[in-house]
């Protein structure tokens, strides 16, 4: 797929990003499928790891608004949304938007604002529009929401409830560089500015998001997925009865469609019009770890929502082939 236009046109948007964004390829292609997706990233890592720069670079890539929200205890919902503001020269209310009205969001640290604040933005989020004063306004589109979680700070925080969390598509771990990435980091950031080259507009990433949901995703990799998730709700079902006791309450259906969602984005990043079954495994963990509420034994004893998300990998295999657009691909090729 060389020639296609649309992978094309995705590898110049990456190149742009790298030029100024150095490692953290995983968390790039996440960014990416998101986008591409139309679903919202919870992001968790500790700070200065590029979270702003690569949502900010990224913006500047595709020509799209970009807003950063540093959310903290003493923010309110009209902070994000905007509010009514009387004008004294013509005696009459005006609105004035928030700063959700962009097309990348970058929520810093959700996790610092009291509730009513999380719930003005998740329901933007779902809504995607905003009402103030009885009149509705819709966010611009695309519309892509990333927040951000402090892992190492738990001191006046206010952790996002499990059905708020749900609303997310993904959650994304971020770790630290490599030691050659680093040395590259310091030379860029001590280096003369890298100036972002326009590469592609709002225009053509919605058409990009319009391809993205005629990938085609064989129904038994649908059945796999939602198998998948079943596995966590009802671990017995699947041979896992041993697993059971880590779990309180399993992923919702909102995992399964984040899977398949996810797996076409893959699929069209890596070059192809059809998911394989690759693209599903390598979605699970992200589009699962934040939907699974452990139990008291499981945190007990040190065990993950990743741990289980893998032991239901390896018990759960995928279909041996699975069909692609024009015949059928084996399992292992991506």
Same mark, same amino acid.
Request: aromatic residues 6%; negative net charge; contains cysteine.
């Given at each position: 797929?060389?020639?296609?236009? *649309?992978?094309?046109?995705? /590898?110049?948007?990456?190149?742009?990003?790298?030029?100024?964004?150095? +490692?953290?390829?995983?968390?790039?292609?996440?960014?990416?499928?998101?986008?591409?997706?139309?679903?919202?990233?919870?992001?968790?890592?500790?700070?200065?790891?590029? #979270? *702003?720069?690569?949502?900010?670079?990224?913006?500047?890539?595709?020509?799209?608004?970009?807003?950063?929200?540093?959310?903290?205890?003493?923010?309110?919902?009209?902070?994000?949304?905007?509010?009514?503001?009387?004008?004294?020269?013509?005696? %009459?209310? +005006?609105?004035?938007?928030?700063?959700?009205?962009?097309?990348?969001?970058?929520?810093? %640290?959700?996790?610092?604002?009291?509730? #009513?604040?999380?719930?003005?933005?998740?329901?933007?989020?779902?809504?995607?529009?905003?009402?103030?004063? +009885?009149?509705?306004?819709?966010?611009?589109?695309?519309?892509?929401?990333?927040?951000?979680?402090?892992?190492?700070?738990?001191?006046?925080? =206010?952790?996002?409830?499990?059905?708020?969390? @749900?609303?997310?598509?993904?959650?994304?771990?971020?770790?630290?560089?490599?030691?050659? /990435?680093?040395?590259?980091?310091?030379?860029?950031?001590?280096?003369?500015?890298?100036?972002?080259?326009?590469?592609?507009?709002?225009? %053509?990433?919605?058409?990009?998001?319009?391809?993205?949901?005629?990938? =085609?995703? @064989?129904?038994?990799?649908?059945?796999?997925?939602?198998?998948?998730?079943?596995?966590?709700?009802?671990?017995?079902?699947?041979?896992?009865?041993?697993?059971?006791?880590?779990?309180?309450? +399993?992923?919702?259906?909102?995992?399964?469609?984040?899977?398949? /969602?996810?797996?076409?984005?893959?699929?069209?990043?890596?070059?192809?019009? =059809?998911?394989?079954?690759?693209?599903?495994?390598?979605?699970?963990?992200?589009?699962?770890?934040?939907?699974?509420?452990?139990?008291? /034994?499981?945190?007990?004893?040190?065990?993950?929502?990743?741990?289980?998300?893998?032991?239901?990998?390896?018990?759960?295999?995928?279909?041996?082939?699975?069909?692609?657009?024009?015949?059928?691909?084996?399992?292992?090729?991506?």
């Amino acid at each position: 797929m060389a020639n296609d236009p *649309t992978a094309a046109l995705m /590898e110049r948007i990456l190149y742009e990003v790298k030029r100024v964004v150095v +490692g953290q390829d995983r968390f790039l292609e996440r960014v990416l499928v998101a986008l591409l997706a139309q679903g919202h990233l919870l992001v968790e890592g500790v700070p200065g790891l590029a #979270k *702003t720069l690569t949502v900010k670079t990224l913006a500047r890539a595709i020509h799209g608004s970009f807003k950063r929200i540093q959310f903290t205890p003493d923010l309110v919902p009209a902070d994000l949304v905007g509010t009514r503001i009387y004008n004294q020269k013509t005696g %009459e209310f +005006g609105t004035s938007l928030g700063p959700v009205f962009a097309n990348l969001l970058l929520a810093d %640290e959700i996790n610092r604002a009291p509730a #009513k604040v999380q719930s003005a933005l998740l329901e933007v989020m779902q809504e995607r529009q905003v009402t103030i004063a +009885g009149e509705s306004h819709k966010v611009p589109d695309p519309f892509v929401v990333m927040a951000t979680q402090n892992p190492i700070e738990t001191e006046g925080t =206010y952790p996002l409830p499990e059905a708020q969390v @749900d609303r997310f598509m993904m959650k994304v771990l971020v770790d630290y560089p490599s030691e050659e /990435e680093e040395f590259v980091i310091v030379a860029r950031a001590t280096g003369p500015a890298v100036e972002i080259t326009p590469v592609a507009d709002t225009f %053509e990433l919605a058409a990009l998001q319009r391809e993205c949901r005629a990938v =085609y995703v @064989d129904p038994a990799l649908a059945q796999y997925a939602v198998r998948l998730v079943d596995a966590t709700r009802q671990p017995a079902r699947h041979g896992l009865a041993d697993q059971a006791r880590f779990i309180t309450y +399993g992923a919702s259906p909102r995992a399964t469609i984040g899977m398949v /969602e996810g797996a076409r984005a893959l699929a069209m990043l890596r070059g192809r019009r =059809y998911a394989l079954p690759a693209d599903i495994t390598d979605m699970a963990a992200d589009v699962m770890r934040h939907r699974l509420v452990l139990s008291y /034994e499981a945190l007990a004893e040190g065990v993950s929502a990743d741990a289980l998300v893998q032991r239901v990998l390896a018990k759960l295999p995928p279909p041996a082939r699975a069909q692609g657009a024009s015949g059928f691909e084996g399992a292992g090729h991506a």
